[in-house]
């Protein structure tokens, strides 16, 4: 009998593989593909990257990429072969940014090439997609996100009028120069604090120039939305609008409310019983504290993501191991004594792995 081994996938075809996977999701989330979105699917570029660049805080994606210019390429011919295969139909939109002349264009390149420029505008959508849908998807894309004012931790300069900036007030980055209100043409607007979701809602609706204000939060390490900056006149109108409905939507909150709470009671049970199918030897009430505590609507845990959600079982292991973590080991207290979280989670990782084999049942 002939014996032999198999030829070893190259790394080539593992990431052709990895774009493909990354260009399917992306299809199936929400109905087209984006060159970015292969490239954050297959890790070449992370969130926080877009995020900086769509907001204006660098001038272009392509310094970030974490893979060299062989392999954007092989990425964009293995996108631009699958998109033919299945017979996508390829438009191009446009990246901008708000800025206080109005939309910027976005650059991804580093110099500006066209072809590189014309690739990653374009976005892929099904043949059999209406041209409704298509204009639908083509104005979503190309819409220009508000600008966004910072509200500043420490004493600041604007970079063109001079004027004295305090901490606590508001300011604007363009070109990675500071702003006063007054020089950003923002000054007319007013200040709507986060809080009123209806009010918030309405005064945006009714705004022709609105603006959102983050402000930086140190625990947390990322910008967090404070509110936004709206013209008066909206604002005023949608006070009068809130004003004449309150009682009605004060029933609609307190009847989703009680929809929430069943909801979120259903789901704890769901993830209870899942996680009792996965680690059938953890004690049913630890499993169910566990499913309520990453459960938790707006915590940000595990149980909140869509994997969750979708009883993924790799989600629910994270979730069950995190509950480990913390609950049967000493790793919260080696992080007050001043340990590093990577440090302290290799020590505790052998703990945490015995208990999951023995809840699992495993040998």
């Known amino acids: 009998m002939a014996t032999g081994t198999a030829n070893p996938i190259t790394k080539a075809e593992k990431f052709r593989a990895r774009v493909i996977h990354s260009a399917e999701q992306a299809l199936a ?11 954050l699917g297959t890790g070449l570029l992370v ?29 964009r011919q293995t996108l631009e072969a699958w998109a033919r295969e299945y017979s996508l139909v390829a438009t191009e939109t446009r ?17 500006g090439d066209p072809e590189e420029e014309r690739f990653i505008r374009t976005h892929y959508l099904p043949a059999a997609t209406s041209e409704k849908q298509k204009e639908k998807v083509t104005a979503k894309l190309n819409r220009v996100e508000p600008p966004v004012v910072f509200q500043i931790l420490r004493d600041s300069e604007c970079s063109e009028c001079g004027a004295k900036v305090d901490s606590g007030s508001l300011l604007f980055m363009e070109a990675q120069q500071p702003l006063c209100l007054a020089c950003a043409k923002l000054d007319e607007l007013e200040y709507l604090e986060a809080g009123d979701a209806a009010l918030t809602r309405r005064s945006t609706k009714y705004s022709n120039c609105t603006a959102v204000v983050v ?46 709470e069943k909801e979120d009671h259903d789901f704890v049970q769901r993830l209870t019983r899942q996680i009792l199918v996965l680690f059938p030897g953890c004690p049913p009430r630890e499993a169910e504290r566990i499913a309520a505590h990453t459960a938790v609507r707006g915590s940000g845990r595990v149980g909140r993501t869509a994997a969750a959600r979708n ?13 480990v973590r913390h609950n049967h080991t000493d790793y919260d207290e080696r992080l007050s004594a001043g340990a590093d979280r990577e440090s302290a ?19």
């Open 215 to 260: 402000r930086f939060s140190r625990s947390r390490g990322r910008y967090e939305r404070q509110g936004i900056l709206v013209e008066p006149a909206a604002l005023e109108r949608a006070e009068q609008e809130c004003a004449a409905d309150a009682g009605q939507r004060a029933k609609a909150r307190a009847a989703g409310a009680v929809q929430r």
């Open 95 to 111: 990246y901008t940014r708000s800025s206080r002349d109005g939309g910027t264009e976005l650059r991804f390149s580093i110099d």
């Open 345 to 363: 989670r290799a020590i505790v990782g052998p703990q945490i792995q015995r208990i999951l084999d023995a809840w699992r049942g495993a040998d």
């Open 29 to 39: 989330a929400h109905g087209y593909v984006a060159p970015l979105d292969v490239f």
């Open 47 to 75: 969130p926080s990257h877009i995020d900086a660049w769509r907001k204006g805080r660098i001038d272009n994606l392509e310094s970030l990429v974490q893979g060299s210019a062989q392999k954007q390429m092989f990425l």
């Open 311 to 323: 009883l993924d079982d790799r989600a629910l292991h994270a979730a069950v191991a995190a509950a």
